[in-house]
Nanobody, 121 residues
């Protein structure tokens, strides 16, 4: 079992930056999981944002965030991060982290509650 808690969301102007964190706890080793970030805007389906393998060697991104967002992890701190730069109003959403057995765009077992990101124009 893995418990995930996101933080770092907030209100930012277009062009600004935010860094999201996702802290993991539980009996299973954090470093054995691939981690992902997803987002869901009001009235829209959940969207894959980025993922990172357990060692950090594989980091796929959604085309909409490639070059602006960076995912990273610190296994010693049981934490995964999402650095978001050059934010746009269309990035506004609830962002959730997830843990799963492999780096993928949909195969995740554990989910956090989410943190709100609002980008004003």
């Amino acid at each position: 079992q893995v418990h995930l808690v996101e933080s770092g969301g907030g209100l930012v102007q277009a062009g600004g930056s935010l860094r999201l964190s996702c802290a993991a706890s539980g009996r299973t080793s954090f470093s054995s999981y691939a981690m992902g970030w997803f987002r869901q805007a009001p009235g829209k389906e959940r969207e894959f944002v980025a993922a990172i393998s357990w060692k950090g060697g594989s980091t796929p991104y959604a085309d909409s965030v490639k070059g602006r967002f960076t995912i990273s992890r610190d296994n010693a701190k049981n934490t995964v991060y999402l650095q978001m730069n050059s934010l746009k109003p269309e990035d506004t959403a609830v962002y959730r982290c997830a843990a799963g057995p492999r780096t993928s765009r949909e195969d995740y077992t554990y989910w956090g509650q989410g943190t709100q990101v609002t980008v004003s124009s």
